[in-house]
T-cell receptor, first 115, second 116 residues
Framework: NAGVMQNPRHLVRRRGQEARLRCSPM?????VYWYRQLPEEGLKFMVY????????ESGMPKERFSAEFPKEGPSILRIQQVVRGDSAAYFC?????????????FGPGTRLTVT | AQKITQTQPGMFVQEKEAVTLDCTYD???????LFWYKQPSSGEMIFLIY??????QNATEGRYSLNFQKARKSANLVISASQLGDSAMYFC?????????????FGTGTKLQVIP
């Protein structure tokens, strides 16, 4: 049973480009969380999605950031027109469903570097 | 106010000794859960232990135990018989709410270094 998969593991983008981060949840999991970890800091919640539905996006910056979790395929975190301050590790976690946040399993993370 | 507070940015412990990493939390929700995660230098987040607010006994997982003191709102992680491989960042986290939607909040972490 494969764990949570994220790709790419490392992503380098120039300022102004777009970054697309992908997360494939564990088999049987229909809920995905995205977190951002800035250097030397803890994880900060960004968005919580169910398939085809955003449940909570209160941690997402208002501009340039968007997330989706389509019926088929991975969850995507999209950052448009990246800036140096977007450089961070982005983690996704999956859980089996609502009310089961204690069963979050983390992916290995994507390290975004903006040059 | 911080929901999760880890007051120790860094800790040292001698190999084979026990170490306690502090975590205090703040919530008015009667149903919540507390987690500890380990993040080694390779960067992945490794789940260690979970304690529910209604659990009667302190959680234990191998060399890890969670010292849950509900009245003091603390959930300290105890690592017994430290090993060199325990050197890592450790994060305390809390989920609030029962059923329905639950958000998880992380602390700022404690860097543990095990000395041979």
């Amino acid at each position: 049973n494969a764990g949570v998969m994220q790709n790419p593991r490392h992503l380098v983008r120039r300022r102004g480009q777009e970054a697309r981060l992908r997360c494939s949840p564990m088999k049987g999991h229909s809920h995905v969380y995205w977190y951002r970890q800035l250097p030397e800091e803890g994880l900060k919640f960004m968005v919580y999605l169910q398939k085809e539905n955003i449940i909570d996006e209160s941690g997402m910056p208002k501009e340039r950031f968007s997330a989706e979790f389509p019926k088929e395929g991975p969850s995507i975190l999209r950052i448009q027109q990246v800036v140096r301050g977007d450089s961070a590790a982005y983690f996704c976690a999956s859980s089996p469903g609502l009310g089961r946040a204690n069963e979050q399993y983390f992916g290995p993370g994507t390290r975004l570097t903006v040059t | 106010a911080q929901k999760i507070t880890q007051t120790q940015p860094g800790m040292f412990v001698q190999e084979k000794e026990a170490v306690t990493l502090d975590c205090t939390y703040d919530t008015s929700d009667p149903s919540y859960g507390l987690f500890w995660y380990k993040q080694p230098s390779s960067g992945e987040m490794i789940f260690l232990i979970y304690q529910g607010s209604y659990d009667q006994q302190n959680a234990t997982e191998g060399r890890y135990s969670l010292n849950f003191q509900k009245a003091r709102k603390s959930a300290n992680l105890v690592i017994s018989a430290s090993q060199l491989g325990d050197s890592a960042m450790y994060f305390c986290a809390m989920r609030e709410g029962a059923g329905g939607y639950q958000k998880v909040t992380f602390g700022t972490g404690t860097k543990l270094q095990v000395i041979p």
